[in-house]
């Protein structure tokens, strides 16, 4: 007897009027089954009134409708066209944000964002020459309160006009994020620390933990009271994360992670886009869907990483396909999934249904005026412009070798791609190692099979290829301008396969291999960095490249008191300590809080100096208090 099933989980139309998905143990299969049975048993005496009527309590089960409650909140949060007059710095930080962020966290949709850019700033331009126009009139005629009025009518102006509260909330949080992080870097003394003073007041930014923490909140309550689009929505939440992240702002971000994994479960990102490809009819849905999904995946696995707690987003729950990678679902199969006979109700959203009407190429529920220019825009016009729509592209899911447009997306693609797949190798360690309660097991074989897909993870990247011998140039791969982070993630993840070993006895062999090897890989770690740092310091972005060098100076230590209680020397030591140190202080610069760090290193290079006086209580006393 069959005893094996696929899950029966489709997706549905929400309220919001866009797809969301409900797994099989939610009990839409059975709905289906029942009404799928209903109606072909019940030909000759059809209910139509039962036919939409499982669905639609389905539907409104665990949804509400959509309510407004918030929208007069939005407002004092709300870009304003005055906000977007310093365009050629707010360009710059658009710009380096795509160039050193978007290639590793793709999940924002980058041609729709630059018209919606440009658009504004035009917008902004007509509007202030109507301001001051104004102005001038009226000064001329009225003194006093007329010219107020008319600045503050123009101060309070949407950079978004034409868009919904919501829909504007979701842009104002994007572009805040992108100024904010694009701005990082500009100005060392400014560092990138959430609450420093911005180098230019009048660029746009996020200037607190609260301020974006207070965004969140109210693109949350849009998701939760069905006005926006669920993909829209966790876009903007995920700059927010990408934004905590990247200045090393932790806590939140991992509590803002789990709020977006759930949204990302109902908005079925788990489930590969392509499986579903009458839902998601545009290749450039599915692709962004992807990009999206991995995106969060990667930050959940590298948070959850550094604060060791368990994974939210599981390997055995997810199907979608790796972006930049090999698709598995080319042919969709979840015509498989549906029950028989359910007519116009399939297993998905069909081009037929209501949703069809309401989604443009995206899928959102954007106004989509033509382009326009600054002479062909009255007054009255002006005010009525909105985003622009997303120009149709195509993605061939075909033989890209000989399509170099497919080629071309995909080599985009593989920074995203390398760096999901490493967050997938630091979760299969966490589980590997740090998922019983009660023991740790060390399982040779399993540390050998993880190992074994590094290396061939850090083979695929080919960094050490400088010229392709058949033409003699140097190879395109996006993934060697990003050199400096994936050696270092690699030797990173070498260190983290033998750290567990380092629990066992020290008089064991695999002890002592693992130490080894570990310090071995913290001097490629700081030895890269430093070579980086030499070159083109800003390429140190990366706020995990802090937590490297302070773990691996505990190594250090830990290898040479070893090597000591075998009474050999370890001299070098305080050179790889003094490296690790100078390292920590630039970082330090940027990243105001990991000054601690290199404290608790100072004092580590204190306690190793002969000169030192009373170094032990000196040293112990610095350990204490980088920690209180």
């Known amino acids: 007897m069959e005893t094996s099933t696929h899950e029966r989980g489709r997706f549905y139309v929400g309220p919001n009027g866009f797809p969301r998905f409900a797994g099989s143990l939610s009990g839409v ?20 009134e039962l036919y939409p009527g499982i669905d639609e309590a389905f539907i409104h089960r665990n949804n509400d409708e959509p309510r407004s409650d918030e929208t007069a909140l939005y407002d004092i949060y709300l870009l304003k066209s005055k906000d977007l007059l310093e365009e050629e710095s707010l360009r710059l930080r658009l710009n380096r944000y795509f160039a050193i962020w978007h290639p590793l966290f793709p999940f924002l949709d980058g041609a729709y964002l630059l018209q919606c850019f440009n658009n504004s700033l035009q917008l902004a331009k007509i509007q202030f020459a109507h301001s001051n126009q104004n102005a001038q009139e009226t000064s001329d005629t009225i003194i006093g309160s007329g010219s107020d009025s008319r600045s503050i009518q123009y101060s309070q102006l949407s950079a978004f006009e034409g868009l919904t509260p919501e829909q504007s909330l979701g842009l104002t949080t994007i572009f805040l994020v992108i100024f904010t992080i694009g701005g990082i870097g500009l100005d060392e003394q400014n560092n990138s620390n959430l609450g420093s003073n911005a180098a230019d007041p009048k660029i746009p930014t996020i200037h607190s933990t609260s301020q974006a923490t207070m965004l ?25 994360e990408l934004l905590f992240y990247v200045t090393r702002t932790y806590r939140p971000a991992m509590h803002l992670s789990g709020v977006i994994t759930k949204l990302a479960y109902e908005a079925g990102l788990h489930r590969c886009p392509e499986r ?7 290749a450039t849905d599915r692709d ?22 368990p994974l939210m987003l599981n390997d055995s729950d997810i199907d979608t396909c790796v972006p930049g990678g090999p698709e598995k679902h080319i042919t969709p199969d979840h015509e498989d999934f ?58 061939n899911t075909g033989n890209i070798i000989n399509d170099p447009a497919a080629l071309q997306a995909r080599n985009r693609l593989l920074p995203a791609y390398s760096l999901s ?121 990366w706020p995990g490249y802090v937590d490297m060098v302070f773990l691996g100076s505990l190594i250090l230590v830990y290898g040479a008191r070893r090597e000591r209680a075998r009474h050999n020397p370890a001299t070098w030591l305080l050179r ?11 970082f330090a610069k940027r990243w105001r809080k990991s000054d601690k760090f290199s404290r608790v290193v100072r ?20 350990i204490l208090k980088a920690y209180q």
């Not at 962004?288 to 590298?302: C, G, M, N, Q």
């Not at 069909?350 to 600054?374: F, V």
Request: charged content about 20%; proline content about 6%.
């Open 603 to 622: 004092a580590l290079i204190e306690r190793e100096e002969p000169t030192s006086n009373n170094v032990n209580v000196s040293y112990q006393a610095t």
């Open 29 to 48: 299969y059975l709905a289906d089954t029942v009404r799928s049975d209903i109606t072909s048993y019940d030909q000759n005496h059809p209910t139509p």
């Open 338 to 395: 549906n029950p028989p006979n359910t007519n116009a109700h399939t297993s998905e959203i069909s081009n037929a249904s209501p949703i069809a009407d309401s989604l443009d190429t995206r899928g959102s529920k954007r106004k989509n005026p033509p382009d326009y220019q600054d002479e062909n825009i009255s007054p009255q016009d002006s005010a009525r412009i909105s985003a622009p729509p997303l120009p149709k592209k195509k993605l």
């Open 216 to 240: 969140g909140h109210l693109v949350v309550g849009a998701c939760q009271n069905s006005r926006i689009n669920d993909l829209f929505g966790i876009q903007a939440l995920l700059a927010l």
């Open 421 to 541: 797949l490493m967050a997938q190798m630091i979760g299969q360690a966490m589980e590997q190692f740090n998922k019983s309660v009660s023991h740790r097991v060390i399982d040779a074989s399993e540390v050998l099979h993880l190992r074994s897909m590094l290396d061939s993870w850090w083979n695929d990247i080919g960094l050490d290829c400088d010229v392709e011998i058949a033409t003699q140039q140097i190879p395109s791969d996006p993934r060697r301008q990003l050199s400096t982070l994936f050696t270092c993630l690699y030797h990173l993840q070498i260190v983290n396969l033998n750290r567990p070993a380092l629990s066992l006895p020290p008089s064991q062999v695999q002890h002592d291999h693992a130490l080894q090897a570990a310090i071995a890989s913290v001097r490629v770690i700081c030895s890269t960095l430093s070579n980086a740092f030499f070159k083109n310091s800003e390429s140190l972005y």
């Open 576 to 586: 790889d300590l003094r490296r690790a140190s100078s390292l920590l202080a630039h």
């Open 288 to 309: 962004l869907r992807k990009r999206v999904f991995y995106s969060l995946y990667v930050l959940d696995r590298l948070l959850s990483a550094d604060f060791g707690i």
């Open 276 to 282: 579903y490809a009458s839902t998601f009819t545009e």
